[in-house]
């Protein structure tokens, strides 16, 4: 068999750049592109381990330390815990890669016959390896940042309003600032109908974003729990339509962040 070492130096070259640069982006670092081929360097070095005569503990072990070496001269910290969520990170990303090629080959590799399976002859080529593994890292850091931007913003809250309690699921909205014009209580945003509000209770709210103008529907309840803590001087307001957020059903303002 004909190993083209050019080849298998270049292919670990570029996987381990692009496991670098995700975790780059993934940690929203800013880091300079000669570090990142510096490091991707590093860990090209491991494919010579592969000709040197060790057990799998030994070789193990020293791709672990080429792991950590790659990090080490890619990304810049502070102290020991950012380094070892940079190294975690990398070990998560080369993960999600590795699964993916490989769920690839066994469907190009393997046919079934029942619940019997035979090679086809067939394999991943190099060229296919080129061109899905950046698609495969473009779509996991844009699913990665897009839940890590959405769902670590989302608080369980409690709220208290005629004796009655209510659980909710609230996402925190940034540019979420309405207060009432009288008092300057913030309000949280509910769908229409969860928590009554009487007439005889209700507080009206002027708002203005930058399509619209409006008055939305609130009242004073006796308490609102946030993140383990407790507002008792907040108004809960009507949404004028459906969050679009899955499971979300009342957005927080940002009052409780500035507190």
Same mark, same amino acid.
């Given at each position: 068999?004909?190993?083209?070492?050019?080849?298998?130096?270049?292919?670990? *070259?570029? *996987?381990?750049?692009?496991?670098?640069?995700?975790?780059?982006?993934?940690?929203?670092?800013?880091?300079?592109?000669?570090?990142?081929?510096?490091?991707?360097?590093?860990?090209?070095?491991?494919?010579?381990?592969? *000709?040197?005569?060790?057990?799998?503990?030994?070789?193990?072990?020293?791709?672990?330390?080429?792991?950590?070496?790659?990090?080490?001269?890619?990304?810049?910290?502070?102290?020991?815990?950012?380094?070892?969520?940079?190294?975690?990170?990398?070990?998560?990303?080369?993960?999600?890669?590795? +699964?993916?090629?490989?769920?690839?080959?066994?469907?190009?590799?393997?046919?079934?016959?029942?619940?019997?399976?035979?090679?086809?002859?067939?394999?991943?080529?190099?060229?296919?390896?080129?061109?899905?593994?950046?698609?495969?890292?473009?779509?996991?850091?844009?699913?990665?940042?897009?839940?890590?931007?959405?769902?670590?913003?989302?608080?369980?809250?409690?709220?208290?309003?005629?004796?009655?309690?209510?659980?909710?699921?609230?996402?925190?909205?940034?540019?979420?600032?309405?207060?009432?014009?009288?008092?300057?209580?913030?309000?949280?945003?509910?769908?229409?109908?969860?928590?009554?509000?009487?007439?005889?209770?209700?507080?009206?709210?002027?708002?203005?974003?930058?399509?619209?103008?409006?008055?939305?529907?609130?009242?004073?309840?006796?308490?609102?729990?946030?993140? +383990?803590?407790?507002?008792?001087?907040?108004?809960?307001?009507?949404?004028?339509?459906? *969050?679009?957020?899955?499971?979300?059903?009342?957005?927080?303002?940002?009052?409780?962040?500035?507190?």
């Amino acid at each position: 068999m004909k190993i083209y070492l050019d080849l298998v130096l270049f292919l670990n *070259f570029f *996987f381990d750049f692009l496991l670098l640069f995700a975790v780059s982006r993934l940690l929203k670092k800013k880091i300079r592109f000669l570090r990142l081929i510096m490091g991707s360097l590093v860990g090209s070095l491991s494919t010579f381990f592969l *000709f040197l005569p060790l057990n799998t503990v030994s070789l193990f072990f020293l791709k672990m330390l080429v792991s950590l070496l790659m990090i080490k001269v890619s990304f810049p910290f502070k102290n020991i815990r950012s380094f070892l969520k940079q190294v975690l990170y990398l070990y998560l990303v080369s993960i999600i890669l590795g +699964g993916f090629l490989y769920f690839l080959n066994i469907q190009f590799s393997y046919k079934n016959n029942g619940v019997v399976f035979f090679h086809n002859g067939l394999s991943i080529n190099f060229i296919i390896l080129l061109i899905s593994s950046p698609l495969i890292i473009f779509w996991y850091i844009k699913e990665a940042l897009r839940y890590k931007n959405t769902y670590q913003n989302i608080y369980s809250v409690k709220v208290i309003a005629d004796k009655k309690e209510y659980i909710l699921k609230g996402y925190l909205d940034t540019g979420n600032h309405l207060k009432d014009p009288y008092k300057k209580r913030s309000v949280l945003l509910v769908e229409k109908g969860l928590i009554p509000i009487k007439e005889e209770e209700t507080i009206y709210v002027p708002y203005a974003s930058l399509n619209h103008q409006g008055i939305v529907k609130c009242k004073k309840v006796e308490k609102i729990e946030i993140d +383990g803590k407790t507002f008792t001087n907040m108004l809960i307001g009507y949404a004028k339509e459906k *969050f679009k957020i899955e499971d979300i059903n009342c957005i927080i303002p940002m009052m409780i962040k500035e507190e």
